[in-house]
């Protein structure tokens, strides 16, 4: 409270002393700014709509889990290195060492199968946190993702691809229409 008034807003009591707007009776705080209800749908924020950004392979989730199949898990290994490039490459803020990650999924096998599901996870993870940088609200769960990897082994690459084809559509959808 003041003597004076100390800007708008301020009114001046039944006692002769000024309040700030927030003490008034009849005060109501402004409304919390509208958050968007889908991926990328209303407002895109600057860095999804750039032009220049890097964008990952469309890949569909068939043909992944097809070639993982064909090639006896080689190509499963080829393509999990390439999806944690190209999201490193995407979100420069993810850090990911993509030969690591491959790594973890193979020859970490021998250390109690440990590594490969910490590495589905945090892969899952991964993408999460560059959904959420985009301001996505719907993403991936990494719960679901290691569940899948652990109870339904072919239900991972199936969820991992289409949650990364999506997000890789979003952003191809942007740059068409952006000027
Ligand atoms: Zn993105």
Redesign the pocket.
Known sequence: MSDVSQGPGWWQATDGRWYPPENHPQYQPPPPPPQPLSAMAAAPPA??QSQD?F?GKDRSPASVLGLSIITLGIYYLVWYYKINNEIRQ??PDIKVSPGWAVAAISIGAILFFIPPLVSSYTTAARIRQ??L??G?VQTISPVVALLLHIFLGIGYPLYIASQLRE??H??RRIMRTAP
Do not use: P
Request: aromatic residues 6%; hydrophobic residues 40%.
């Open positions: 860095a999804a950004m964008v995407h979100d560059m959904q940088d985009d996505q997000h890789w979003g952003h």
